[in-house]
């Protein structure tokens, strides 16, 4: 069983910034694709970002381009979502999910799930 937990979240002033982490266990860490969600009252589970197992391939919705980063570091089992510049509109339950199949936006496709971590952004 992989295991999932997110961690970081908080309340921030708009155009400040938070790291998300998500430490993974019960598996090869390695071996999965990892992606961040995100879920805002009453909407759907968005893609956000996603990451290769390799770390070198990166992966961004539209919206969050330019602002936000998505690392992995094998050694820890643990994958980052640096959020910068954040806007009101970011403000949502972020899930970290894993795969071992290929990148894909659809939320369905991923195996593995976090609890979720809350970011509120103030205006």
């Known amino acids: 069983q992989v295991q999932l937990v997110e961690s970081g979240g908080g309340l921030v002033q708009a155009g400040g910034s938070l790291r998300l982490s998500c430490v993974a266990s019960?598996?090869?860490?390695?071996?999965?694709?990892m992606a961040w969600f995100r879920q805002g009252p009453g909407i759907e589970r968005d893609f956000v970002a996603a990451?290769?197992?390799?770390?070198?391939?990166?992966y961004y919705t539209d919206s969050v381009k330019g602002r936000f980063i998505i690392s992995r570091d094998n050694a820890k089992n643990t994958v980052y979502l640096q959020m910068n510049s954040l806007k009101p509109e970011d403000t949502a339950v972020y899930y970290c999910?894993?795969?071992?199949?290929?990148?894909?936006?659809?939320?369905?496709?991923?195996?593995?799930w976090g609890q979720g971590t809350q970011v509120t952004v103030s205006s």
């Open positions: 999910a894993a795969t071992s199949g290929s990148v894909d936006r659809r939320a369905w496709q991923y195996d593995y």
């Open positions: 019960g598996g090869t860490f390695s071996s999965y694709l």
């Open positions: 990451i290769t197992w390799s770390g070198d391939n990166l």
